[in-house]
């Protein structure tokens, strides 16, 4: 053995043992690696990527966690603490999962992740036997030595693309559910983006991880109707991703040897010309298999990296679990934006402000920073939060007088706890404060949990209220809607009407006030029994997706957002 091989292979020992160094302090730390392999956890972990999670001494609701539960090991939110144990849910899902998980059945947190970085986990193993593959067939008696090295780099670069087209790491779309229309004909797709590069599915422009529904109308003679995404990358991006898949053919031109002899080409004894190729017919024929290689990667990697998904209708008539709006978002910033005065979603930490989400540009202000909570009301909207309401001093600022507004929509998700709580959402005489003087036009909860709608026209307080022995202080999320026009007064729970006066179609006349959500004062208005009680200024609970429009919405439009949340 020579000096020059005995480093080699020192070097290859060298590289082992760091190898399992690296690997033992890894695992006795109480690290874990995972690659997540479904679209559960939507944009916050796309599918692909690696993760890294550790054990924690204690785990909180926000928290990223992965667990075992029957054997089967998943990655989801914590979302609930309760009964010694934790709710989790992904944040694409439709609802909570359906257990109660223990602490001693979490593996740990997820303390760090990259996209995409699990394809190379993935795809590894695969690579590693189509390298053996190839090398054997090169090697093969039957393939003449002068041909090894085109066998090599034809097949590496199709090994490369080959995994590639199987496992659909570049492009994916997957097909979550979907529905007949409520309108228009046809189905709605709600399809996610599992590749590592954005697609467009029918106009909608999905980056990794995100999701829309989709409403297909064309379908083929059978009925079926068909939805085939595809990518939605500039050409330079998509250059990019076959010079990728093409990185094996290169390395093997650059380090094909010279056409010379080999020793075990077949040469005429008998004296006739010599029928190996000559090196220029040789070099046609490879730059040949190399060109058919290329063209083959372009249209593995790129144009045949869409997914296609049919759907067919078999009783139209039958709409049961439809709904028209997938989301709270999408059902708040569904009516044009002249109807809707503000919208807002609610959820995020940190910042003063709260975006307008109904375009007219009327960002909210925060009387206190925002906390956030993981407990929320609308599922499938994103992030999967709510804001808390401390009962104290809590409070979002609606910017913009209003003059004596009498046609009007209050839109609210909440959940509390506490009876004889404060407004959800009103209207008072004084900004940025919760201290009015004069104050109708509001939802607030009183001491037995029945949600109450009120005005104040001609000086005299008018209410409608949900009916006696319900109290929606259950701790649970609900959905509260109260308009006023001049069809009267109408107060929605959960998307049923609950009461109504059509007599009374003012509020206080002569009044210029602000909106505000979660605040205002309530000194003087009665519960909904009519007795008296001692009214805070301020909401206990959680608030999501508060919305008030200049329109008032028909009882389908509100059955319609509350099926948008729940």
Not at 106 to 132: D, E, N, Q, T
Not at 292 to 311: D, K
Not at 397 to 402: C, H, K, R
Not at 421 to 434: E, P, S, V
């Amino acid at each position: 053995m020579t000096t020059k091989t005995r480093w080699r292979w020192a070097a290859v020992a060298a590289a082992l043992a760091l190898t399992v160094v690296v690997v033992v302090v890894f695992f006795t730390s109480g690290y874990r690696p995972f690659v997540i392999m479904t679209p559960s956890m939507a944009t916050a972990l796309p599918v692909g990527s690696l993760i890294v999670v550790q054990v924690q001494d204690h785990y909180s609701i926000g928290q990223i966690v992965t667990f075992l539960v029957d054997g089967r090991t998943f990655t989801h939110r914590i979302v609930e603490s309760a009964a010694g144990g934790f709710t989790t849910r992904g944040d694409l899902n439709g609802a909570v999962d359906g257990w109660n998980l223990r602490p001693e059945n979490i593996i740990g947190s997820v303390v760090w992740s990259a996209r995409g970085l699990g394809w190379i986990a993935i795809s590894l193993p695969w690579l590693v036997m189509g390298a053996i593959a190839v090398e054997l067939i090169a090697r093969a008696r039957i393939t003449r030595a002068q041909w090894r090295w085109s066998v090599r780099l034809v097949g590496a670069a199709l090994v490369v693309t080959g995994v590639g087209l199987w496992l659909r790491p570049w492009f994916n779309v997957e097909l979550v559910g979907w529905r007949p229309a409520d309108t228009g004909g046809g189905v709605l797709m709600h399809v996610v983006n599992t590749g590592v590069f954005p697609v467009d599915a029918k106009g909608a422009h999905l980056a990794s991880g995100e999701h829309a529904t989709v409403h297909v109308t064309q379908s083929n003679a059978a009925g079926i109707h068909l939805l085939t995404p595809s990518p939605d990358l500039p050409l330079t991006g998509q250059v990019a991703i076959v010079a990728l898949c093409l990185v094996p053919l290169v390395i093997a031109l650059l380090g094909r040897p010279r056409d010379i002899p080999a020793a075990d080409d077949v040469v005429d004894t008998q004296g006739s010309p010599d029928r190996r190729q000559s090196p220029g017919v040789r070099g046609v024929m490879l730059g040949g298999i190399a060109g058919a290689t290329v063209l083959g990667v372009i249209l593995i990697a790129v144009m045949g990296s869409g997914a296609s998904f049919a759907a067919s209708i078999r009783n139209t008539s039958d709409t049961a679990g439809t709904a028209t709006y997938f989301t709270c978002r999408a059902a708040e910033t569904a009516h044009a934006t002249a109807n809707t005065y503000a919208a807002y979603a609610m959820g995020t930490s940190g910042s003063s402000s709260e975006p307008d989400l109904s375009g007219n540009s009327r960002t909210g202000t925060w009387a206190n920073s925002p906390v956030s909570s993981a407990s929320f009301g609308c599922d499938r909207d994103l992030p999967a939060a709510s804001s808390t309401f401390n009962g104290t001093s809590q409070c979002l600022f609606v910017p913009g007088a209003v003059a004596s507004p009498n046609t009007f929509t209050l839109e609210a998700w909440f959940r509390t706890s506490t009876a004889g709580n404060g407004k959800i959402i009103g209207f008072g005489d004084l900004a940025n404060t919760a201290n009015d003087g004069a104050n109708d036009r509001h939802i607030y909860m009183d001491p037995a949990g029945r949600l109450v709608f009120g005005v104040y026209p001609g000086g005299v307080a008018r209410i409608i209220s949900s009916p006696a022995g319900t109290s929606y202080a259950d701790g649970q999320w609900h959905h509260v809607v109260a308009s006023l026009s001049t069809a009267g007064m109408a107060l929605y729970v959960d998307g049923v009407v609950r009461a109504t006066n059509p007599a009374v179609t003012t509020g206080e006349v002569n009044t210029t006030g602000y909106w505000k959500v979660g605040c205002g004062k309530l000194l003087g208005w009665a519960s909904a029994s009519g007795g008296a009680w001692t009214q805070p200024y301020y909401f206990t609970g959680q608030i999501q997706y508060a919305a008030i429009y200049r329109i008032a919405l028909t009882p389908t439009d509100v059955l319609n957002h509350f099926r948008a949340g729940n």
